[in-house]
């Protein structure tokens, strides 16, 4: 009977210390500033892929789009994410694109077929129709050119095509297909994944580094404003030396490209959770051996001259990957749920940690297409992943500070000692914004907050996303997962406190004077 009566005890004992909370300390210094956080990491992109152009961003004749066949409840959902930048055409689609096909008289326009998603490409919506969309939007565009199957000439006309006022050919045609004023667009890649074998043409790093090069010079002699972007290695697989073809790329192009575009895609094929939730570690790492090659390839010019990294496509995809479902109208429809919601806030807590560096991010693609908002022929609704990005692109700004967090940690097969309380900060005038996902699947952690210098003023603003259930998604009519108000936090002196719950993402926002 004791002996029954002391196991009772222990048990007890056991299940009161599992039920108390875990605890951690963030502390926050003003005066630690990593670099100013450029609103273009909050960008998103467009390729003609699936469902993103027709019957996503455009779908002419449909009774929810407008007269120019833009969708405005797709539109409207998009302002709410306050994209900044808008990447286009693609994409593996790209490298098959000819530009000159998109332009003119619809009734003239040529219909090709696409051969890096096996589609007919109506080529209805084109430049013009993308610049208008950007406008409706209140979003800057963002081109890449086709150094795939193209030409250095058809890059070059392009850029004339857009940015030069009047005078020479492309840019009189500009105005006679109804354009008076140039679209001055400012951001250009060179080409997307040449080092993947998947694209059309493929190059090797010494050949894509001269091509690009020559591309280069031909494009800023046009339009000498404008900014570049070098494509990076991809680093999903065949390319045995994503390293080396970065350096490569960086020698031949480091007088003319202002960015270097890397790209990360993350899964949780095998089910493990904890991998998943660590699997953006991947891109701080990335992110800091492209910045020394930056530094290596910098400490041999005369005239040194910055190059930022830019994370030009991004996001979770697994499910709808490979086979016919990456094919067909419907190609690469991911439907997403809590547990890859809370991995879109640590790519973009991982971007706010490397302010300095990187300067840009496309969440990819923004419709139906791996995306945030997802579509059929009478609505619209928004995927889980819709909402950290919003909360985000629509308060995070000023300086990225350098944040101290103490608490528990995990460990996984490739990672160890990972903190389960994952950490960004941004930091405007006197205001700062506490981005902070708790990973841990089961457990609330409760964290003091901690200013190192200055104090604390007022409330702090508390949104939440979280649900039910990590594996929950969202569907028409039916947004569980989404942004929660929660009741305000006091907060005054130097530290206060907050429990932040299991699974979740939460941001708080307050003053720090």
Not at 226 to 232: E, Q
Not at 361 to 377: D, G, K, S, W
Request: aromatic share 12%; proline share 4%.
């Amino acid at each position: 009977m004791l002996r029954h009566l002391f196991i009772c005890l222990i048990l007890l004992a056991g299940s009161s210390l599992m039920a108390q909370d875990l605890s951690a300390r963030i502390k926050i210094d003003k005066d630690r500033v990593i670099g100013d956080i450029d609103k273009n990491i909050y960008g998103n992109f467009s390729e003609h892929l699936g469902r993103c152009i027709y019957g996503g961003i455009y779908d002419p004749g449909s009774k929810l789009s407008d007269k120019q066949g833009f969708r405005k409840d797709v539109l409207e959902a998009a302002k709410g994410l306050n994209v900044p930048i808008l990447r286009w055409p693609g994409g593996n689609f790209v490298s098959g694109y000819h530009w000159e096909d998109g332009i003119g008289p619809k009734k003239d326009r040529p219909e090709r077929t696409d051969l890096a998603w096996h589609t007919p490409e109506p080529n209805t919506f084109g430049t013009d129709e993308f610049i208008d969309y950007c406008r409706k939007m209140g979003t800057e565009p963002y081109f890449a050119v086709n150094l795939g199957t193209g030409t250095f000439d058809e890059a070059r006309n392009w850029v004339e095509y857009c940015n030069v006022k009047e005078g020479p050919y492309y840019a009189e045609l500009r105005k006679k297909n109804g354009h008076p004023e140039p679209h001055n667009v400012k951001y250009w890649s060179l080409g997307n994944e040449v080092d993947g074998w998947w694209q059309m043409g493929h190059k090797n790093a010494e050949d894509y580094g001269k091509f690009a090069l020559e591309a280069a010079k031909l494009m800023k002699w046009t339009s000498p404003d404008i900014k570049l972007i070098a494509a990076g290695s991809s680093n999903f697989y065949g390319n045995s030396d994503p390293h080396g073809w970065n350096r490569t790329v960086l020698e031949y192009l480091k007088d003319y490209i202002d960015y270097i575009a890397l790209h990360r895609y993350v899964g949780n094929r095998e089910n493990d959770y904890y991998a998943f939730m660590a699997s953006t570690i991947d891109v701080e790492e990335r992110t800091k051996i492209v910045e020394a090659q930056i530094d290596e390839a910098m400490s041999k010019m005369r005239n040194p001259r910055q190059i930022y990294v830019a994370w030009d496509e991004y996001n979770v995809w697994y499910r709808a990957r490979g086979g016919e479902a990456a094919r067909g109208r419907n190609a690469l429809e991911e439907k997403y749920n809590l547990e890859d919601a809370l991995v879109i806030a640590g790519f973009l807590n991982a971007f706010i940690r490397n302010a300095h560096i990187v300067k840009m991010a496309n969440m990819a693609q923004l419709v139906n297409v791996i995306a945030p908002i997802f579509t059929n022929e009478n609505d619209m609704f928004r995927q889980t992943i819709y909402f950290p990005l919003a909360l985000y692109a629509n308060n995070s700004f000023g300086q990225s500070l350098d944040v101290l967090v103490d608490g528990p940690t995990f460990d996984t097969k490739q990672y160890q000692q990972v903190p389960y309380l994952d950490v960004s900060v941004a930091y405007q005038g006197e205001e700062v914004v506490i981005n902070v996902v708790n990973r841990h699947k089961d457990q609330p952690i409760t964290a003091e907050i901690i200013s190192q210098e200055g104090q604390f003023s007022g409330p702090f603003t508390v949104f939440e996303v979280n649900g039910p259930d990590v594996k929950t998604e969202n569907t028409f009519g039916k947004e569980v997962i989404k942004s929660v108000k929660k009741d305000d936090v006091a907060a005054s002196g130097a530290g206060f406190s907050y429990t932040f719950p299991a699974h979740s993402y939460t941001m708080l926002k307050g003053k720090l004077k």
